[in-house]
């Protein structure tokens, strides 16, 4: 894999210098009172000269194993996003998109990040059960030239695909748009998929470059500014791992693992591979309880999956990942090739003869079951345009007082003609039914699209971590226009 690389080598080692003098001191933790959680640890050292550029993982510089210290920094960088053009970006640790952070389940990690942006960010850790002070919200702005140290302990049962991003207030569009987004991939002792299958993470997404290299990041007054406030942002490239239409090799007979994350502001891929089903073996929180077999894949905004694919193709064949058209928009802002199925990328079958894979299990894991009659409260949520329960985001505003322990119901209600992704902070939990129809199997989620018109009820157990929680459309511009609530748990 080839991914775009920083040449701001000077800046970063310039900081970290600084850095090695200097000891960086938190923004101001947020702790509630009365929080089960544990106060923030005392700053670990971690120095910011562990970043190496261009990796394509976080380095774990901890000695002792079970935990993971790793330094992220956000800072400017001029890269060729697109072949032959440069543009200035905003990067994590020198690229787009950012390091992957791989963890174990039961890992103590701190991330020690800092701010080199020309304005303030956030890191947010998406689908994460961490502790409030951790999570990254727009509550938590860390300022340029300042440092957070993220902490959190994996939880068992956590194993999966999740990403990370900034969530600043009002420029969450922006930032992401400018590079900043990477994966988080979480293993689990007892994993049940074959370690024999190829493992491969597609991070996708999109954008608008002008032909200086410049992002199109428009203003409300525009047309094209109207239109990106209605359908949120939209690009005419499409990025896999940062590369336009990759090739990814395959050899006839294998099953490949693959995990999928959409960082797309608002795009909605539609995944399918012409003559071929996928094994659908996990969602946003991880593994289903057996894999289910499907001929295409929708991946709202800011959802992961998991996938089994098998190359059924010939050696020395090809065949294309394709992303089919989804019409997720009003009618008046549907853009004119919004019909046109895509190209996202190319599988090469080898030229190896075929293999016979190991055989996929039949049942991956349990997943515990939340009952609907435990719940102490069913919450209305309102999804219209712009806003939530006909209210725009306030951070002082706490919209649903829920308890720490309780089990609730929500029931989200799209009632306009386009869709809305809806997403809850810091807490997994399981699609009960979609307009009533149940849900076929469980499985942990944290995002899931809530189609024009529809209603989608789910269950959630407010188990651990007492504090202000986010939710939201994950449609980008409709977040930073204020389509966020907080569920304040206590
Ligand atoms: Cu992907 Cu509020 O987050
Ligand atoms: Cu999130
Ligand atoms: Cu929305």
Redesign the pocket.
């Given at each position: 894999m080839r991914s775009r690389r920083a040449a701001l080598t000077l800046l970063v080692v310039a900081v970290a210098v600084a850095f090695w003098i200097v000891v960086g001191r938190p923004s101001v933790p947020s702790s509630p009172e009365g929080s089960s959680d544990p106060a923030p640890a005392e700053l670990v050292d971690i120095p910011l000269t562990s970043i190496v550029l261009g990796d394509p993982f976080m380095r774990n510089v901890a000695e002792q194993p079970g935990m993971v210290h790793v330094a992220l920094v956000a800072a400017t960088a001029r890269l060729q996003l697109v072949d032959g053009v440069t543009s200035d970006v905003y990067a994590y640790n020198g690229q787009v998109p950012g390091p992957t952070l791989e963890l174990r389940e039961g890992d103590r990690v701190t991330v020690r990040f800092r701010n080199e942006l020309p304005e303030p960010t956030t890191v947010?850790w998406?689908?994460l059960s961490l502790p409030i002070d951790s999570d990254g919200s727009p509550l938590d702005p860390v300022l340029p030239g300042e440092e957070k140290q993220y902490t959190f302990t994996v939880s068992a049962g956590s194993a999966g695909t999740y990403w990370y991003h900034p969530h600043p207030h009002h420029e969450t569009t922006s930032q992401i748009t400018r590079g900043l987004y990477g994966a988080v991939v979480i293993r689990a002792p007892d994993d049940p998929l074959p370690a024999s299958y190829t493992e491969r993470l597609l991070v996708l997404s999109d954008n608008r470059i002008l032909a200086d290299g410049t992002f199109d990041l428009t203003e409300p007054t525009t047309l094209q500014g109207q239109i990106d406030h209605q359908n949120g942002r939209e690009g005419g490239l499409l990025f896999v791992n940062g590369e336009i239409v990759p090739t990814l090799d395959i050899r006839s007979g294998e099953i490949q693992r693959w995990r999928i994350v959409n960082a797309s502001a608002s795009r909605v891929y539609r995944l399918a591979i012409e003559g071929q089903t996928f094994l659908h073996v996990g969602s946003d929180g991880g593994l289903f309880e057996r894999p289910v077999e499907i001929d295409e894949l929708l991946i709202a905004n800011?959802e992961r999956v998991e996938v089994l694919v098998t190359g059924t193709g010939a050696p020395g064949s090809t065949a294309v990942l394709e992303t089919l058209p989804y019409d997720r928009y009003m009618p008046q802002t549907r853009p004119a090739d919004w019909d046109q199925p895509r190209e996202l990328l190319t599988l090469r079958y080898t030229d190896a003869p075929p293999v016979t894979p190991d055989p996929v299990p039949e049942t991956l894991r349990p997943i515990p079951y939340l009952d609907p009659a435990q719940a102490s409260a069913t919450r209305e949520i309102v999804m219209a345009q712009g806003m939530i329960n006909n209210r725009i985001f306030d951070m002082d505003r706490v919209d649903v007082a829920a308890l720490l322990g309780a089990t609730e119901i929500w029931e989200v209600h799209n009632v306009v003609g386009m869709d809305h992704p809806f997403?809850l902070?810091g807490f997994q939990f399981q699609i009960l039914d979609r307009n009533g129809v149940p849900e076929p199997f469980r499985s942990w989620k944290?995002t899931f699209n809530v189609p024009k018109h529809e209603t989608v009820r789910f269950i959630v157990r407010f188990a651990d971590h007492p504090g202000k929680w986010?939710f939201h459309c994950h449609i980008l511009d409709h977040e930073d226009q204020g389509m966020m609530g907080i569920v304040e748990v206590t």
């Open positions: 947010h998406h689908g800011a997403h902070h944290d986010m």
